[in-house]
């Protein structure tokens, strides 16, 4: 594997880290917001 195959796994990895992340705390954040 190339250093940039590995450079665009990484990435997206880190992406979808970061969007389960957002995407759980914008559904704790729900229903704080509605109490």
Do not use: C, K, N
Request: hydrophobic share 65%.
């Amino acid at each position: 594997m190339t250093l940039f195959g590995v450079h665009v796994a990484t990435s997206q990895l880190l992406i979808m880290i970061g969007w389960a992340v957002f995407g759980i705390a914008f559904l704790v954040a729900i229903p704080d917001d509605r109490r």
